[in-house]
């Protein structure tokens, strides 16, 4: 439980840094209007990662 406790926090900073760089420093000349897809699929990438951290944080607490 601990195991995948820590990797969806390391997949959540990742994706966290990840947004952050772009942000920062966009290297896409194209950036502006290709915003939304990226938007997009960072979203997926916070939902996917959250929700299992969270659900997994419940559970250990829960059944400690």
Do not use: Q
């Amino acid at each position: 439980m601990n195991v995948l406790i820590i990797i969806s926090g390391v997949i959540c900073l990742l994706a966290l840094v990840t947004t952050i760089i772009i942000g920062i420093n966009p290297k896409d000349e194209n950036y502006t209007n290709t915003t939304i897809s990226k938007v997009v699929w960072l979203s997926v990438i916070y939902i996917v990662t959250f929700i299992p951290l969270t659900v997994f944080t419940l559970l250990y607490f829960v059944m400690r």
